[in-house]
């Protein structure tokens, strides 16, 4: 083989490498595209829960501190009763 056949070969084998490298980065450019738009849709959503959890949250937080205080009263009367009424308290233990 002269080195004019062997440099028509080696062209040509490069520019079936160089085809095939074109195709293969095209094929991987569309994967890592889908897989964006997937992720930027995920966010979107994750984004319009945490919206939502949060408005609930500003909802239902005044409620539970007048539960807490409402508990903390409960908790001083039951122990209040303890105390002046211990043997109403051994009663009830096992």
């Known amino acids: 083989m002269d080195k004019t056949s062997l440099a028509f070969w080696m062209t040509v084998v490069g520019t079936v490498c160089w085809g ?15 897989l964006l ?3 930027r849709e995920q966010g979107k959503r994750i984004e319009n829960l945490s919206k939502i ?17 409402g508990m903390e009263e409960m908790i001083a009367v039951a122990k209040e009763n303890s105390e002046n009424n211990p043997l109403a308290s051994k009663k009830r233990g096992p």
Do not use: G, Y
């Open 20 to 34: 095939v490298c074109f195709w293969w980065m095209r094929r991987l450019s569309t994967k890592q595209n889908a």
């Open 37 to 39: 738009d997937q992720l």
């Open 53 to 69: 959890e949060h408005d609930l949250i500003k909802e239902v937080h005044p409620q539970v501190n007048e539960i807490k205080e």
